[in-house]
């Protein structure tokens, strides 16, 4: 990460993530990473209390409920397969349902290369497990920069220990609240990426990339539902960027 890159941290936080040499070291680019998404991570506090919530009114135990969280981990999948949740589970249509909703994380994954691409195999691939929409956000907003891995790896960390202790928290609060959308915490997920998807236009403006996903999202909402929004505005707006970045390598 360039110094510029530190200095928006705030004055004291620039001079504790400097290491001796004058150059950021892999745990000053982490800690940024932490920092940074400190913000995003009390959006995932407020929706995830939501999905706690749910998870207690489903009737799932605690250990269930904190056990889904820690090993999917994917905010948009749990909350589908509790609408899905039957006695016994209909394992299908959850994984069905699963596998079709976290399509879009093969395109983030595809894009992680630039990131963590001179990492160990194994060590990439276990890192991975950390791509949120949400931190992945944050990632591509700061752009390239030293021990970009190590910055990645640090927003990851705070959205992972912030969904966790939401889904505890949530099910705690679902003994005592009935409805927790009723608050309007379920706002906080669009809201956050709204936020998050300005930050990322004004840093890299692509107009036709933005109406082009804008478009296949609002039409597969009209026609189609579900998950495919998300799929197809994801496919559309990747498509758009790759033909771009194509014409302007073309000789």
């Not at 990747?238 to 970045?245: S, W």
Request: charged share 10%; proline share 5%; net charge positive.
């Amino acid at each position: 990460m360039t110094r510029r890159g530190y200095r928006r941290l705030g004055g004291s936080w620039h001079k504790a993530l400097m290491s001796s040499s004058g150059q950021p070291s892999a745990t000053d680019a982490f800690t940024a990473g932490v920092v940074r998404c400190l913000p995003v991570g009390l959006g995932v506090l407020v929706y995830g209390l939501v999905f706690g919530a749910l998870t207690a009114q489903k009737g799932l135990s605690l250990a269930e409920a904190t056990s889904m969280s820690a090993i999917v981990f994917a905010g948009s999948a749990q909350f589908v397969a509790l609408g899905l949740w039957t006695v016994p589970p209909p394992v299908l249509a959850l994984a069905l349902a699963t596998f079709l909703i976290n399509f879009r994380f093969f395109l983030m994954a595809a894009t992680m290369d630039r990131v963590i691409g001179d990492w160990p195999r194994p060590r990439a691939l276990l890192a991975l497990f950390f791509v949120t929409d949400e931190n992945w956000a944050v990632t591509m907003a700061e752009g390239e920069r030293r021990h970009w891995g190590a910055f990645f790896l640090g927003t990851g960390v705070v959205v992972y220990a912030s969904w966790l202790l939401a889904t505890v928290l949530g099910y705690l609060i679902g003994s005592v609240v009935s409805d927790p959308r009723q608050w309007g915490f379920d706002f906080a997920f669009p809201a956050m990426f709204l936020a998050l998807a300005v930050a990322i236009g004004r840093k890299a403006p692509a107009p036709l990339v933005w109406i082009a996903s804008a478009v296949a999202a609002l039409a597969a909402d009209r026609w189609i539902g579900g998950s495919a929004p998300v799929l197809l505005g994801g496919l559309a707006g990747a498509g758009v960027a790759a033909l771009r970045a194509g014409g302007r390598r073309a000789p």
